[in-house]
């Protein structure tokens, strides 16, 4: 569990770290090419443009959900792509050329739907592993909390 939460942190810096490094490299190589003018209004219009359809595809996506709760459903789809476009919009208001593209993929629907299915997979692997539904957790030897109980599988995708 310790491992663990190192490499997260340790990825977690990196990230930090990365973003921002690999932003000022590209800014730098775009406005050694097209002049430092032209890359700042860049930034604004990509800026500018990217909110704007982020706006449209989150009332889109807004309009879906309540159709969604009209027809006595949850819209849990709607809801993930609802924050997926707000990261988009955050994204986009960022001053950069790598958060801008990443941002515009997640405002198209295709690539934001394929987006949160890799996401989405990724924590049903996480839950199937540690499918308590009573008992007892035992981490590193170390009884976490003493329960009799009994261990549910999930025998349907197997």
């Known amino acids: ?4 939460i190192s490499r997260q942190m340790n990825a977690l810096i990196l990230f930090i770290i990365g973003i921002p490094a690999v932003e000022i490299y590209l800014l730098i190589k ?6 430092a003018l ?7 219009f990509t ?10 595809a989150g009332l ?15 819209p849990i789809y709607e809801i993930i792509s609802g924050a997926a476009l707000a990261f988009a919009a955050l994204l986009l208001i960022l001053p950069g050329f790598l958060t801008d593209i990443i941002g515009f ?7 934001r739907k394929i987006f949160i299915r890799s ?11 540690k499918k308590v539904v009573e008992g007892t957790i035992e981490e590193d030897n170390e009884k976490k909390e003493v329960i009799e109980g ?7 995708k197997k």
């Open 1 to 4: 569990m310790q491992i663990q």
């Open 30 to 35: 775009v406005g050694g090419v097209i002049g």
């Open 38 to 44: 032209n890359t700042i209004l860049l930034i604004f």
């Open 47 to 56: 800026a500018i443009t990217g909110v704007y359809f982020a706006k449209l």
């Open 60 to 74: 889109s996506t807004l309009k879906s959900g309540m159709n969604q709760l009209i027809k006595n459903e949850i």
């Open 105 to 111: 993929l997640l405002i198209i629907p295709v690539t």
């Open 119 to 129: 996401i989405s997979s990724k924590f049903k692997k996480e839950s199937r592993e």
């Open 150 to 156: 009994t261990i549910e599988e999930d025998n349907e």
